[in-house]
């Protein structure tokens, strides 16, 4: 839970906390103090407040629930990503007006009250529609594309009880996609599926695999409901007919990669991962398939080849979800017509994945407006580039502040260092994302540069201890600046081959590595600017 609240009915107070629980606990607080806030803030709500007053609730609260919203990426960064004007990120932005939203009460006894909660909540709605950065353009169909299965998915739903505002269509540069078929404001719901049209583990337990695959050692709900997956999509008579035929037949991910598309990926991270995650699945089938062999007339071995088991995992990739139940479990399900919500870095929905108890149905509501003719969004999560490109077959459109360069660095043992402030691992991403270029900073995140002036000998960072070892300073950024040459070494030069008539995956791995010299460039640009920076304050020092 992301922070907690609680209305003094008598007072008209509202009340916002920091959970002691949250993993960046001293981070935020530390956040928090240099705004001026607390980890428990009171804001006085009762009577009628004037418009200045309440400008000046609205601004606190938004501090306070950008710095509770604030990812693992967004912390790391956010002492130098962090505007003028407060904002850290779109996501944060979004999410922090969706939570100061859900905080304020729907009802209560006093008319002054209620007043003050609707402007407040007019207020933040009029803010979510103002929010810098969020695709907001008519999507462009592709009307050559015909899409019969697709509809025929639609109607399916529709029969079974799923209610939708979206259209299904081809989208120039993203392939099939959502479009909203009518204006959604905040709040509304997009799409809403039953869960009786829901794809999960409760499929096998009542089918005749199960007695089998709870004699298997180690096996998870989700190998068996995959299992299950690949024998159901060839039933002529399957209750999910419709949505096994509106599946691609090669999704395209990562995991399907050819030899010249892994070439293309050599000096990147990315080619130890398809790699590894390629040798996991192939460890994992190996595994599976002498036991199955030993039930063949459940198991048919046609259908369980290796390609049909990577078709399967790829779809399991690319559109599963996990769904929390109103028994409290969490389970790995696919969920008919969502799986056409194409995802965004300025998603439209990004609170789903919870089994409404009164309709018993899962819900996909807007968090931002999304109009009549525009895609619909949705967050697959808050991933890397990297990820995305493996397990969906996709880059983000737009610079994704996920796309960080992890840094391996052994952990210094120093007493006098604050350990709860310290990070055990470190990152970069691209600097063009950072609002602070100034000397100290140049762009870089500042939970780095400490570790690497520890590294280099000075403990301690105040500005007056910086300005007193600008020497550390050139060390830092020339000791940066040569990790970084070797890795854009690494790269090599932008290819010579002809994208245009390339195969789809050494098109993604081309644009992958373009995507990873244009972060490592400008981790270099910071360096030069820096260390240019760092010895005119040498040669020439400030009075």
Sequence with gaps: MVGALNIMSETGDLCVELPKDDPFYHHKKKFLSCKGLCVKETLNLSGSLSQQLLNAALEKLLHFG????????????????????????????????SWILSLIPVSCKMQTQVDTFEALRAALKGRINEVVGAEKEKARVVDSYRCEKESKLVEWGQDNGVKTKLQIAQI???????????????GDVALEIPVSSIISEEYVYNSDM???????DGITSETMLLLWTMREKHNLDSKFKPYFDSLQENFCTGLSFGVDAIMELDGTLLLDEIMQAKELLRERYDELIPLLSNHREVFPPEL???????WACELYYSNSMQIKFPDGKLKTCLIPVAGFLNHSIYPHIVKYGKVDIETSSLKFPVSRPCNKGEQCFLSYGNYSSSHLLTFYGFLPKGDNPYDVIPLDFDVID??????EFSWTTHMLRGTWLSSNHNIFHYGLPTPLLNYLRKAHGLVHHSETDLWKNLEVEIGVLENLQSTFDDMMQNLGDADSIDRENA???????????????????????SCSAGIKLVQESITNPPV
Aim: charge should be negative; glycine fraction near 6%.
């Design 66 to 97: 950008r710095i509770v919203n604030l990812d693992k990426v967004e912390v790391y960064f956010g002492e130098d990503a962090c505007t003028p004007a407060g904002i850290y990120s779109v996501r944060n932005e979004i999410s922090a007006l």
């Design 503 to 525: 195969d789809w995956d050494v098109k993604l791995a081309m644009e992958f590595k373009e995507r990873q010299r244009k972060i490592v460039s400008s981790i270099l640009d």
């Design 414 to 419: 120093d007493e006098d260092i604050e350990t």
């Design 304 to 310: 369980y080849t290796w390609e049909h088991y990577l």
């Design 172 to 186: 120039d540069g993203y392939g099939r996609g959502a479009i909203a078929s009518e204006d959604l404001k905040f």
């Design 210 to 216: 199960y007695p089998i695959l709870e004699t298997f």
